[in-house]
């Protein structure tokens, strides 16, 4: 997939469509997450996203340095909010589905679709010897508990965590 992903930006494969691939790959978030990041919600301080709107509401999201040096890849464009905005739009760029479909055709991978990149992304995790609770913080799953609702902040072994789990797809 990375060679296909490189060999696609040196064939003027669309921006949002090669860097949108990379940070699904690279950060375990559900295509939708992808295609909806705005740039406001992205935290290089604190290592994480700060999604406003997930399938399970507002996330916090352990990002690594692999995902955050994607983003420094992309060019802002002025008066969008959006990471990846529509080609004649103001909103979000919205090929992603199809310029997907492009990007596994040419990497010759058959049944690949954005979601097996998260559960890639966890498969990976796991490997490493993260613990189940760790890799579904990591993908934003919905705790279960009160005191989870309360907590904005994640700690140093999520962040750590993530970074390796980032640093291992790049490699």
């Known amino acids: ?9 040196e064939e003027l494969e669309t921006e949002q469509v090669v860097q949108g691939v990379w940070l699904l790959a690279l950060t375990g978030c559900r295509l939708g997450e992808i295609e909806a990041l705005k740039w406001s919600e992205v935290d290089p301080d604190h290592g994480c996203f700060r999604l406003a709107d997930s399938k399970e509401g507002a996330s916090v999201r352990p990002i690594g340095r692999a995902a955050f040096d994607t983003l420094d890849r992309i060019a802002k464009r002025k008066g ?3 990471v990846l905005p529509a080609a004649r739009s103001n909103g979000s760029f919205g090929g992603m589905p199809s310029g997907f ?11 690949v679709t954005p979601h097996t990149l998260r559960h890639s992304y966890a498969s990976v ?6 613990s189940e609770s760790t890799i579904g913080a990591m993908l934003g799953h919905a705790a279960g508990t009160v005191t989870s609702k309360y907590v904005h902040h994640l700690d140093s072994v999520l962040l750590a965590a993530a970074d390796r789990v980032a640093r291992a797809i790049c490699e």
Do not use: H, V
């Open 80 to 82: 969008s909010p959006f």
């Open 125 to 130: 995790a796991g490997d490493l010897g993260y």
């Open 1 to 9: 997939l990375g060679k296909a992903l490189l060999t696609a930006a």
């Open 101 to 111: 479909e492009r990007i596994i055709e040419k990497a010759k991978l058959k049944g």
